[in-house]
């Protein structure tokens, strides 16, 4: 059973930091790509940040240059760092683990964690 569980969200004042982890346990979690996504009310999904197996990385134009994703294979987890946060990023932030084949696709999603950037 894969379980992927996402923690380091919570209150912070616009400006500041949050280091999200996602942590995965029941797979060979390095062949997987990894996404970060968010979940505002009202709002659709959308795809923040992510990183491959190989370790390229991409960003949503919001969070380019505000962002860092970055992986820890021998620990599982993959780290979403956020800067200057602001108050659009107010979300629930999700993770996903995915990993396709010639004949099949695996995705694995995380319970999420709230960020919440106010004042």
């Known amino acids: 059973q894969v379980q992927l569980v996402e923690s380091g969200g919570g209150l912070v004042q616009p400006g500041g930091s949050l280091r999200l982890s996602c942590a995965a346990s029941?797979?060979?979690?390095?062949?997987?790509?990894v996404n970060w996504y968010r979940q505002a009310p009202g709002k659709q999904r959308e795809l923040v940040a992510l990183?491959?197996?190989?370790?390229?990385?991409n960003y949503a134009d919001s969070v380019k240059g505000r962002s860092s994703i970055s992986r820890d294979n021998a620990k599982a987890t993959v780290y979403l760092q956020m800067n200057n946060l602001k108050p659009d990023d107010t979300a629930v932030y999700l993770c996903?683990?995915?990993?396709?084949?010639?004949?099949?696709?695996?995705?694995?999603w995380g319970q999420g964690t709230q960020v919440t950037v106010s004042s």
């Open positions: 990183i491959t197996s190989g370790g390229s990385t």
């Open positions: 029941g797979t060979i979690f390095s062949a997987y790509d």
């Open positions: 996903n683990a995915h990993l396709e084949g010639a004949s099949f696709i695996r995705d694995y």
